[in-house]
């Protein structure tokens, strides 16, 4: 109420003056004072001084902060205090200067009197308080008779500031189902004002919008649900506005708001069901196996994965026949086919499902069983099949001593369909491509084609097809032919042998040891019998010893080999196996003497030896073999260059003869040479013919046959005075090159065996030829119309 009044707070100033004034002058000492409004308390400012009035002793202040309203609306400076020095006699010799914070700017002091006063509105959330300093200053010196003081000046508040929430608008998400009094989220709304005076930033929540769903705790700001069993499925979003008042709510106080989008999110509370509760589909009976056959479409309001399902099967003639299970995108049922149908064994077959939630809360069960089920009818269609063979694969076996038509075995294949067609059989020759079996088209025997060589092929990979007469349906089996063996192979080396006698070999000692191989594969396994033929068993140097192992050893019957004497021994070895009937083959076993080292490792051998004996080295063979291919080289490039040593004389096709001289490096003969540049081309062609075809060998003849006529030639003294006649006017021209050049001449002379061919003085003779049908040819035409038709002039100028 005082800080209302001006006169009231005059009144307080004047106290607070008399008041200080009074005591610090009785004590004999001096010193500022301040007032303010409200009054502060008693002791609020003190000051001590000691000793007599003559002696200034040291002084000690303590004061309260000034206090000012913010949001000053007044038109006047708003009043704050005064400052008052017991120096001051009201003389006018003392003047109060103020510095800080704001000073001048914002506050402004009276020199004279000490009253300080606010000239600008003031925000306590801007700046809650302004620290100054105060001091007394003689006006004549400037000189300060008091020491410069401080204080504060609190800006006090006022409720001008609503609350804000700063974190909102606000999301949240909460169960569905959920008891009353679940939290869903805590708003928090913030007040500028000052929290240590008044209830200016004392807030109180409340909800506008979102009853009877929803509610807030008044001071918590904790928003909670209100009503029970709030279904997501019926509703699934709710917005609420939220209020936040100061002034602990009462009349008067600011408020904010701010938006909760509650989202209730899904509980499995809902069961699944069938649409409907039958269902039929049909079916091809050709489908292969795990094709989808039906889809069944299952309902859940639920979603994600409270909406995820399990299916089976619980009764039904078709059990092991078909499976279901759920489909991972659309939760669909997918009845899938687990073996191969048939129509004409079972048309139809029904299953009873049943679908459940994968997820079960248990608060829910109460509600119902989260199961149904339904009957599926499945309709089979039947469809044209091919043949179905007996068995898809055949085993067969076949001797390959077997002769051509000899029957290896049967296949059998019938119409799966009801109007049982007939079959036919054939061979698929992309598996037979030598055509060694035949199979009959009506019966399905098969049989053989060619002779059969196990040893070539074993095994036969054969397809057989079978098919209906109409519609064309084939069927396939594969048939396995093995061909068994029978001894017609003869064993033979397994190696070809490279066997080495030592000079220095002694009588008995194993040289060789030898095995066979035969192509043929007896059950009881191979047994291979050596011996040497009846012409080498009398022989004194080797002989033959079996070693029972399907092995035999080659041992020398003497010592004292030479291979100057005879460098290679052939040795037969007759090799029969244990077959019936049996059979043998005489194989060369090929012996080298050879010169050894005394660890019996050869060093040379046969025809080497003797070169080296010869004493020819191996550098020296490779020396020689060097030269001769150095003159074989040689050889090819004196003829290669003896070959391009003259060159023909070829005329360059891009050169324009009719500007340029082509120059030969060949000189003619003289005078008395015809050869080199004969002019009786320029004369008659038939002067040509009668010279026998002499021409240059680097011109190409032009072709006679283009001018060939009866008619006799003109005299060729016409040529040759045109060319005098040219030559001369070349002399005598001063305009010509100094240099020899060509001179073209376009003359045909008169009398020509073919004519003028010049349109130059066509029109000027006495021809009855008239060329005026000409203009009737078209446009094409047009030209020699024009060059060769009537002119008015009667001229006729051709370039």
């Known amino acids: ?106 506050f402004t002091i009276d020199e004279n009197t000490g009253d300080i006063h606010a000239t600008k509105r003031l925000d306590r959330e801007e700046q809650a308080y302004y620290t100054l300093r105060a001091q007394a200053r003689n006006r004549e ?51 500028a004002d000052d929290p240590t005076y008044g209830n200016s930033a004392r807030v109180i929540y409340s909800i506008l919008e979102g009853q009877p769903y929803f509610s807030v705790e008044p001071k918590t700001g904790v928003v909670k649900t209100a009503l029970p069993n709030m279904d997501r499925e019926a509703r699934d979003q709710y917005l609420l506005v939220i209020q936040a008042k100061d002034m602990v709510g009462q009349m008067g106080g600011l408020s904010g708001t701010t938006s909760v989008m509650v989202t209730l999110t899904d509980v ?38 409270n909406a995820e399902m399990e299916y089976r099967i619980v009764d039904g003639d078709g ?98 369909d009801s109007t049982n067609s007939p079959i036919r059989y054939s061979i698929d020759r992309n598996t037979d491509l030598e055509r060694f079996f035949n199979i009959d088209a009506t019966t399905g025997v098969i049989s053989t ?55 220095s070999a002694r009588p008995g000692q194993v040289i060789e040891t030898i095995s066979a191989m035969d192509r043929d594969e007896p059950q009881s396994g191979h047994r291979f019998f050596f011996s040497l033929t009846a012409e080498a068993a009398g022989n004194l140097n080797f002989t033959l010893r079996d070693n029972k192992d399907n092995t035999a050893s080659v041992l020398t019957m003497r010592g004292g080999f030479q291979r100057h004497d005879q460098t290679m021994y052939r040795l037969p070895v007759l090799i029969m196996d244990g077959g019936s009937p049996a059979l043998s083959s005489t194989n060369t076993l090929s012996i080298r003497v050879c010169d050894c080292d005394p660890d019996g490792a050869p060093q040379s051998c046969g025809s080497e030896a003797s070169m080296l004996s010869a004493g020819l080295s191996t550098g020296a063979l490779i020396a020689i073999l060097a030269c001769i291919l150095t003159l074989l080289v040689l050889v090819l490039l004196i003829v290669t260059m003896r070959r391009r040593k003259k060159e ?34 320029l004369r008659n062609l038939k002067l040509v013919r009668e010279s026998g075809g002499k021409t240059r060998r680097d011109v190409t003849p032009e072709v006679p046959s283009l001018f060939l006529s009866s008619r006799p030639p003109p005299d060729n003294g016409i040529f040759r005075d045109f060319i005098w006649d040219r030559l001369k006017e070349a002399d005598v021209d001063a305009s010509a090159p100094p240099y020899d050049s060509l001179q073209t001449y376009a003359f045909e002379g008169s009398g020509s065996a073919a004519e003028s061919l010049s349109s130059l003085d066509s029109l000027s003779t006495d021809s009855e030829q008239n060329y005026d049908y000409l203009s009737d040819w078209g446009p094409r035409f047009k030209k020699l119309a024009d060059l060769y038709g009537h002119s008015d002039d009667g001229n006729l100028f051709a370039s």
Not at 375 to 402: G, Q, W, Y
């Open 648 to 681: 023909p004389l070829i005329l360059d096709e891009e050169r324009d003869v009719r500007e340029n001289i082509v120059r030969y490096d060949d000189e003619g003969g003289g005078e008395e040479d015809t050869e080199a540049f004969d002019m009786v081309a």
């Open 319 to 416: 059990l092991g026949l078909f499976r279901i299970t759920p489909d991972r995108d659309t939760q669909e049922g997918l009845i899938t086919l687990q073996k191969g149908l048939d129509f004409e064994t079972k048309s139809s077959y029904t299953l009873r499902v049943e679908v459940s939630n994968r997820n079960i809360d248990l608060r829910f069960l109460s509600l119902g069983p989260f199961s149904d089920t339904a009957t599926v009818r499945l309709i089979v269609e039947n469809v044209d099949e091919p043949p179905v063979f007996s068995l898809p694969l055949s085993k067969m076996l076949i001797s390959e001593a077997a002769k051509v038509g000899t029957t290896i075995g049967t296949v059998s294949a019938h119409d799966p």
């Open 1 to 106: 109420v005082w800080a209302n009044s001006s006169k009231a707070t005059h009144f307080l100033n004047q106290i607070n003056v008399l008041y200080f004034g009074g005591i610090l002058q009785g004590m004999g000492c001096s010193g500022l004072s301040f007032n303010s409004v409200p009054l502060p308390p008693v002791g609020t400012y003190q000051r001590s001084c000691e000793g007599g009035a003559h002696h200034r002793q040291r002084r000690s202040w303590v004061w309260n902060q000034f206090f000012v309203l913010e949001e000053y609306t007044g038109d006047e400076p708003l009043y704050v205090g005064k400052l008052h020095s017991d120096v001051d006699k009201g003389e006018g010799q003392v003047k109060y200067v103020l510095n800080g914070q704001g000073a001048t700017s914002i």
């Open 449 to 503: 084609a060619k002779p059969l060589d196990r040893e070539v092929n074993a095994i036969h990979n054969v397809t057989i097809f079978a098919m209906e007469m109409h519609p064309l349906q084939v069927g396939k089996c594969i048939i396995l032919i093995t061909v068994t063996d029978i001894n017609d192979n003869a064993p033979v080396f397994a190696i070809e042998y490279e066997t080495y006698l030592c000079e």
């Open 141 to 191: 010196n400037n000189l300060p008779v008091e020491p410069e003081s401080e204080f504060v000046i609190k800006v006090q508040d006022i409720n001008d500031n609503e609350p804000k929430f700063l974190n909102g608008p606000y999301s949240a998400r909460v169960p569905e189902m959920s008891p009353v009094g679940t939290s869903v989220v805590t708003v928090v709304a913030t007040d």
């Open 268 to 305: 499995n509370d809902n069961p699944p069901h069938f649409s409907r509760k039958s269902y039929q589909f049909s079916m091809s009976e050709s489908l292969p196996v795990a094709s989808v056959v039906a889809k069944i479409k299952t309902l859940d309001s639920d979603v994600g994965p």
